[in-house]
Each structure stands twice: as structure tokens, then as C-alpha cells.
């Protein structure tokens, strides 16, 4: 047998090692913060994460952008400058250091920019700069690539060295093999990097003269999505590719060709079927993602929980007999629909491990759904009050199906686990006159002392993301309230970290956390009064005012909330004093009056329900459009001539004569996105189509 593997074996192999096979998680996990911006897109409790680049050829940037491009070029010339046999940079985001120079365009800091909101003590900007791999290549109906985390941020720029466009081909070889990457490896992961996007003649006139291009933006194959055009077009003499034909030529920038045609076009030759193209670029991108400091341990590749609590609270209620426990339960449905789902229980353990607490079962109801690229959750949300000296230790979640049967969830055998050593006191807890942070918990007994640990966003000075810091304030002891000491600790924050601080309460091995109650969408305004939020929140079921200047919407209570005396509530709005604007976690909460968001009724069609759809394998096939304004109208009108279509996503119109793929008709309330043009319609969700039929 010759030395040489095959280019699809030598994939295969390299994935099966790189990746494995995905055991189920164990919660807590270090990954739990990572694991919800990867898989809850949109619906109930979504991150949002992936808006930015849905659909595929989006960019809030206008015409002329495809954010999804732009987030898989950063991680590329984030990883670039890494050193594999040094064991230094490659995947640390040293790239907040390195803008301009070797990294020229506004693409990288718009995505730095979109992604710095979800940097956390428990996501770092590595971390999630990894994530945009795995959601731009799937909006774009990719392959999954599996994202491993424990990257550990860089603190300062790293050395020079992001392959440049007139870079000779031993030059590119010497860069991509300093990376980990040999010349078949070279060209695939350029090939799975420039499938999406194109070039700017801003950025390379030599390359894209301006003028010569629609938006002065010259595509890089014949289609915006993640497919194998880059390498079929080039092997049948149609690329159009502005890095391997054209001006580029001329200018000794035709970079794509030199790399392409290295190996005597062998490894992109074979990259022209579509299923090696997707394999490949999936262990590709991959191993990109991966390289990283010798000093980093990176975790198994992040999967879905089956099933996974969500905003769990204890709370010590008056008298201190009893706790208030509360928090929801995600359950996965992909492959087994919430309509097969009777009851969800959870089944707990007193503080000691055993059953000193009657029944120990405590009924869950469902409370909304949300979705990812190829998963669906349904959450399914409960409160009930435990004596407060058997309290509990661990739970097991006990689904029964529609069928009778039963599921019992035990996390791996080990129970979800729960404290009760310190709690917050959500309710005791607050921001007074702006700026200072007050914070009461529970603390049992014989402990009586916790420590308030901030995590703040400090502005960098020419650096477009934040520093994490950390501050930790000792609590003092107040009171006691059955077997519990009551604790509070002060800061006084910026007015810029108000909304973006972190905290935990710790106390030993143990720790609670803050949460939101209305996270559909938030603004902050020096003018803020009850008719600005009103209005900001249009198409929102409840919107609430707090702390005389914030405005918080959202179609159900994402955490727990309690009514409080009116008197709590004492801030004067920023923009009328007349009116009260909650307090430091304080809300005045309304509902609104709007009529709510119904299926419309279109002349000459029927409203047929709600349907998954997919990224990877459309419903409707004949026909689409994005449209920032899109009513189902505007859809209907589109789709004349046509059998059915479909809104998704608020903004996306699907046309076609019969289903093309499968797809299943699931819950009206999978549908709860509102019509980018019209609040008042519903236009399906991530993955689910509001779908309406001709009448013939």
C-alpha cells in the first residue's frame, strides 16, 4: 500500500480524533453559559446570538456586508498569528490588540463589537469568537462544527504574521505550516473560509476596483451561502473568485489561485463535491478553531442537554420556616415534540439525601419553546415552598409521555444538585439613587459571613472590547431568620456598569446568582417616561420602566418576580418627574393594551399552522426573499403563482408548490415571532414557518 492517505481519509481520521464522541453533559458544567448561546436562537429564553448573521447573507451594516463572512474571517485572522511548535497564540483573542495593520477593514471590529455583549466571567471573547465559527457556518446551511471552550483570553497583541493576499506560495506554505496546517490542509481550509463573502474594493482596489462591483463588493463564488462553488467554479474555468481571476492577476494578488493550484489543483479538485467539500471543512474549521496556546486545555465539544434546569432560586421566605423554590426546566424535543410530553416532575432529596419532605414531588407547566439551528427546547416552569430545615439537596426530573411511559432524568447518576448554604434575597436586594449596588442573601447557619463577588466590564482605552475585573466585597451579617443569617454587601458602580455587572455571593464552596425578569429587549434613556417604553416595547406583551431611566420588554417573566409595596418603587423617570420609574431592582410593570399578535388573514389564502423548517434542508424551495419589513402580505404578493408559502424568522418569505423536505406541524406557540412589518402578525420563528395555503 502506497505512503499517502487520501484527502476524504485523511479527514475522517483527523475528525474522529479531534472530536469523538459527544457524552452527555454533567450540570453544572463550565460550558452551561456557552452551551445556551449555542443552541437557544430564538423563542422563549433566547440569546440571540445568531441574529446577527441570519439569514446568511445579512448584515446590519446594509448591502454591500455579509456578517457571516466577516465572523469566520475573524476567528481566521485571530488563530493566523499562532505558533504550533512554539505552543503560542493561534485561538486567544489577541485580536481586540491587532486591528489595522495585518487585519485591514471594519468587518473585524463590527464583529468584535457584536460579540463583546456576551463576554463573561463563564464565555471568553476566544471562546466566543469560536462559537461564530460553528453559528455563521450553519446559518449559512454549512456542516456543524463542533466548538470545544476553555480558551483563556491574551492580554496583548501577538506577533505579525496574517497571510496577505500578494504573500508568495512558499510564504503562505511556511504561515500555514506554522499553524498546524500542510498545503492540502492549506488550501481546504482557505477554500471553506472564502465560501461565503467576498472582497472590498475599499480594503484591496488592486484586487475589486471600485466601481466594478454592485456595493463596490465582488463576491467570491456565485451563491451567499456555504456550499462547494468556491472549488467547483474554479475547477470547471467559471470562478469568478476576485482572489483567483481578474485585476488580482495583474496586481500579483491572486492569492486564492496560487494556493488552489499548489498541489497541482488535487486537493480542491476533490473539494468540488459537495459532501467531501462539507466533510472537510468541517474537520477544517475544526482544527482552525483549535489551535490555541499549549498552556490551554480545551473541554469536550459542547451538546445539547436533554435536559437541563434553567434560572433555579431559592428563596428564604418571612419567618424563615419556609424557602420558595423556583426556576424552570428545559427539555429537548427535537427528536421527541412537547406534544408527546404529559408532565414534567421533579422528584428532590432533602438537605440530608433522603425523603423528609412528604411527597418530594413538585409539578412543572409548560412555559415556552425556543429553538436552535437543528434543536428544538420546550421549558417547563414551577415554584413551590419547602420547609426550610429539610430544604433539598438534588432533584431528578421525571417526564411522562402522552403513551404512559416514563423518563427519569439523574444527571449522569449524580441528581441536579442544589445549595441552600447561601441564597440571594432577590426581593431585599436593590440599586439605590443610580450607582449603588445593595445585596442581601441567606447564609446557613452555623456560616454567617458571605463574600459579594462583581464582575465588572471596564473600558479599554483604544481596544474595542471591555476588561473583566473582578471585585469582592466582604457582606455583613444583619439579622437571622430560621436557621439562616441574614447578609448584605454595597458597591457603588459606574452608571456604565449598572447593566452590564455580574455578581455571585459566596460563602465557602457555595454560590448564588443575579437574573432579569423581562429580557425580550431593553433601552436606557435620559428621557425615558412611560409613553417612551410604551412605545419602544410596541408588539411586546409587558414592558416595565426601572430605575428612572430603563425600559425592559418581554412576552412572559423570564425569572422570577414577585410583587413588592408601591413605595419600593421611588425613582422619578429621567423624562418626567410626575411619573414613578421603578427603583434599583425595582420594576413598575404594565401589560399591554395592544391587540395581540394574531395569524393574518390573507384573501385567497388559508392559514395552514405552524412548521419546523431547517437551514440545511428547506421546506419551500421555489422561492425566497429577506425583507427587514416583511408582512405576511408582502409574502403572499411574492409568493403569487405559487401553492404555499411561509414567513420565518419575522423577516424571511419561503415559496413552493409542496413541501421539499420534512417537516412537522408543531404548537401555534413555536410561531411567536411578530412581522418585522406589521407587530400585529406572527411570522413563524428560528426554524418554523408560519405556513398558509392557496385556496384552490
Known sequence: MGAKLSLVLLISLLFTRLHGAAAAPTWPSSVDELEDIMFLNTGYRARGFATAVTPCSFSAQGPGRIAAAEWIRTAFHDMATGNVFQGTGGLDASLVFELGGDNVGPAFETTLTTYAPFLTSRSSMSDIIAMGIYTAVRSCGGPVVPIKTGRIDAIEAGPPGVPQPQNSLFTFQNQFQ????????????????????????????????????????????????????????????????????????????????????????????????????????????????????????????????????????LTLQPGGSQLQFSGEIRVRTTSRPASQISTVQLVYKDRAGGSDCGGCKISATQKGT?????????????????????????????????????????????????????????????????????????????????????????????????ELQTQTVAMTQKSTLGPYSIVTGTYTLQSDQVQTTKFDITSGQSSDASARVLTGKSTTSSTMNYKTCAGYCSGYTYWGVEFGSQCYCGNSFMNPTSSVPASDCSTKCSGDTTQVCGAGNRMNLFKSNQQSPTNATVPGWTYSGCYTDSTSARVLTGKANYDGALTIEKCATLCKGFKIFGAEYATQCYCGNAFANATTKVGEGDCGYTCAGNALQLCGAGNRLSVYKANI
Open 178 to 313: 506554522r499553524t498546524g496546517f500542510d498545503t492540502s490542509q492549506m488550501i481546504a481550509v482557505t477554500a471553506c473560509g472564502h465560501t461565503v463573502g467576498g472582497v472590498h474594493a475599499a480594503n484591496f482596489p488592486q484586487i475589486v476596483p471600485p466601481g466594478s462591483a454592485p456595493n463596490d463588493y465582488k463576491l467570491m463564488d456565485s451563491t451567499t451561502k456555504f456550499d462547494e462553488k468556491i472549488a467547483s467554479e474554479y475547477v470547471a474555468g467559471k470562478s469568478t473568485d476576485p482572489l483567483t481571476v481578474g485585476p488580482a492577476q495583474a496586481a500579483g494578488k491572486a492569492s486564492d489561485l496560487r494556493v488552489f493550484s499548489a498541489d497541482g489543483n488535487a486537493t480542491i479538485s476533490k473539494l468540488a463535491d459537495p459532501a467531501t467539500f462539507a466533510s472537510t471543512c468541517q474537520a477544517m474549521l475544526q482544527k482552525m478553531i483549535e489551535v490555541v496556546p499549549s498552556s490551554t486545555t480545551l473541554t469536550d465539544p459542547i451538546a445539547a442537554y436533554d435536559v437541563k434546569p434553567a434560572a433555579l432560586q
Open 370 to 466: 425556543a429553538a436552535g439551528f437543528d434543536d428544538s427546547f420546550t421549558f417547563y416552569a414551577f415554584s413551590a415552598q419547602i420547609p426550610s430545615q429539610s430544604s433539598i439537596s438534588a432533584f431528578n426530573v421525571v417526564i411522562t409521555l402522552a403513551s404512559g411511559a416514563t423518563e427519569t432524568y439523574n444527571n449522569n447518576d449524580q441528581g441536579y444538585p442544589m445549595q441552600d448554604n447561601v441564597i440571594l434575597q432577590a426581593p431585599q436586594s436593590c440599586v439605590a439613587g443610580g450607582k449603588t449596588l445593595t445585596v442581601t442573601a441567606a447564609v446557613r447557619s452555623p456560616a454567617t459571613s458571605a463574600n459579594l463577588v462583581l464582575t465588572l466590564k471596564v473600558p479599554r482605552s483604544g481596544i474595542i472590547t471591555p
